[in-house]
């Protein structure tokens, strides 16, 4: 096309523009008006099924879920990617939101999660009936999707209910990516919070500016009384080995099953959620949180 006008342009050939010029397309949900409308209507580890709008992040990346719990939606047009599905009422609130966006929930072919709690998956199932998409999980979460119960080497094993259970398609390794047209994702094993974890790590490119983009997964040491993550050594280093993983992302946005993780409302508020040092204090503050958790274990 470029050398088509340059051409026409030499020839000095004008070309009418015919009765009306094509208006240029909007941006949807535009992080600078939709994220003071998220931090307006939320507040900081809010009810997981309380209503919140839709924001576009960056580029093609959206936050779709609810006050308390995200998901995110990776659209393409070869089909989107939705990363979490919240608990099984607020699956029908990321549904409307993905519609709200103007998208259609049969163009979500892949489904992903974080963690394998209530909270995250508990809707899965339903959003697999409304899209239709292909449900992707680690290995040891694929049991617990299948099932809806939480694993018997899960920390906080007991302290949740049961949720609908769906269907997983295929099983994702460490460090496989996963490609749908442009889009592709990067799976990073990150268990501590629970064994199946994963963080999801791709890049978005918005006016030829483009970023990488983390949802990064909660990794906090959450846990029924009795349960002791220093008596699972093997488990610890692990757990330590994910931290650490999160940290050397090359992460200029950084999103996470609970927005108020990452500080979204504030952030939204200011319509900023760019900074190149959020990763790496994120697994500080997660490290500092592990440290406090093992020393009272040890009475400390």
Known sequence: MFVSLVFLAAQQIVIPLGPKPRQVEQAIAPIETAGPLFAAACKDWDDYDKPAPPVRIFGNTYLVGTCGISAILITGAQGHILIDGGTEKGADLIA??????????????????????????????????????????SPAAAVVLNTGLAGEDDPQRGMSPPFPAAHVDRVVKEGEMIRLGDNVLIAVATPGHTPGALTWHWGSCQGGVCRQ????????????????????????????ASIAKVAALDCDILLTPHPAASDMVKRLALAQVENRNTCRDYAAGLTKQLNERLAKEAGK
């Open 96 to 137: 409307k939101n993905i519609q709200d966006l103007g998208f259609r929930l049969r163009d979500v072919k892949f489904i992903l999660h974080s963690h394998e709690h209530f909270d995250h998956v508990g809707g899965i199932a339903r959003l697999q009936q409304l899209t239709g998409a292909e449900l992707l999980s």
């Open 213 to 240: 983009i983390v949802y990064a997964d909660s990794l906090t040491p959450v846990s029924r009384n009795n349960y002791r993550f220093s008596d699972r050594p093997a488990y610890l280093a692990a757990y330590r």
